[in-house]
């Protein structure tokens, strides 16, 4: 025996919410809707889950939006990295492939403290003290 109950909807087309929902159910996909009860059993359910959810936490709907914007920064950058990619590798690549006889430039960094000037000789007033 099947559970099935029964109401009955009706739309006033001259009321702008009434009258896009209706529009909406007159327009759907019947492929992914087979029925009026299935498209209204949907949007009921989904309405009531996000009402629910924003009323238990109300930053729900806040933190639904970073994670979008979060997502599409990471696609960005995903992007960015996988267009620059093959050109920092080749350039690593071509580093990696130098000849050995070929002198890399050095840095060489000492430090001579040639004036002799030591922390206790410095004026630190500049700094706001």
Known sequence: MRN???????????KPLDRQAWD??????????KSYSRAVAVAV????????RKKDDPYFETREREDKFVERIVS????AVEKALPTFLAACFTK???PYNT??????????N?????AD????????G
């Open 96 to 98: 990696m492939v130098m």
């Open 103 to 112: 002198a890399a430039p050095t840095i060489n960094i000492t430090n001579t």
């Open 114 to 118: 040639e004036n002799n000037v030591s």
């Open 45 to 52: 359910t989904e309405y009531f889950k996000n009402y629910y």
């Open 76 to 79: 960005a950058v995903e992007t």
């Open 121 to 128: 000789d410095i004026d630190f007033d500049f700094v706001g």
């Open 24 to 33: 909406y159910l007159q327009g759907m996909d019947k492929d992914e809707f």
């Open 4 to 14: 099935i109950k029964c109401t009955t909807l009706r739309f006033n087309l001259d």
